[in-house]
């Protein structure tokens, strides 16, 4: 299975919105709503942001929001903040059986 | 605090083997899903096996299928990757990850470094 399509570089100064794409198929993204995305900083595991497209966990600002259009789902941090500079993974399901990760984009905040 | 604790890591030859440990605290793995996920040097996140539960299914990446096998102790609250024919490209940091076949990871460990030489 192919990986997920992600810009791997994507900058923004603070204060600005930024919105980070993840383009799949109809066999993962399009097909259904279990689209996550994860922040990782460099030598430190991932964390959650986001799960089933749009849903914030318990302690991830509200600066965080998720979409899904067909089979691209996008990730916008609004507010832009220097500690938000960081790698940034969307992940999906495919069918019952397996998931399939972007490559990642790196935001830098100018 | 769900917290994920991870050892087993280190340094082997090609056509190895190695076993990685992941211990939860904070919940009852009894009653969650685990995912294992990697990620080579420099690279991106690539998941690779999937325990879930009360039955212990398991799912595996076509990179890994037939030479990793992912279980679990419920008693002993720890999840387990058994990594056998290790090749170069398994070189990477591992990660355990509470989470099922909708959201890969809620929790995650702290990352085991395996290197793979030849």
């Known amino acids: 299975q192919s990986a997920l399509t992600q810009p791997p570089s994507v900058s923004g100064s603070p204060g600005q919105s930024v919105t980070l794409s993840c383009t799949g198929s109809s066999r993962d993204i399009g097909a259904h709503k279990y689209v996550s995305w994860y922040q990782q900083y460099p030598g430190a595991a991932p964390k959650l942001l986001l799960s089933e497209v749009s849903n914030r966990p318990s302690g991830v600002p509200d600066r965080f929001s998720g979409s899904k259009s067909g089979n691209t789902a996008s990730l916008t941090i609004s507010g832009l903040q220097p500690e938000d500079e960081a790698d940034y993974y969307c992940?999906?399901?495919?069918?019952?059986?397996?998931?399939?990760f972007g490559g990642g984009t790196k935001l830098t905040v100018l | 605090d769900v917290q994920l604790m991870q050892s087993g890591g280190g340094m082997v030859q090609r056509g190895g083997s190695l076993r990685l440990s992941c211990e939860v605290s904070?919940?009852?793995?009894?009653?969650?899903?685990m995912n294992w996920v990697r990620q080579a040097p420099g690279k991106g996140l690539e998941w690779i096996a999937h325990?879930?539960?009360?039955?212990?299914?398991?799912y595996y990446a076509a990179s890994v299928e037939g030479r990793f096998t992912v279980s679990r102790d419920n008693a002993k609250n720890s999840v387990f990757l058994q990594m056998d024919n290790l090749k170069n490209e398994d070189t990477a940091v591992y990660y355990c990850a509470r989470g099922g076949l909708t959201t890969v990871g809620y929790y995650w460990g702290q990352g085991s470094l395996v290197t793979v030489s030849s």
């Open positions: 904070g919940l009852e793995l009894r009653t969650v899903t």
């Open positions: 992940c999906a399901s495919i069918g019952d059986t397996s998931l399939v």
């Open positions: 325990i879930s539960t009360p039955t212990p299914f398991t």
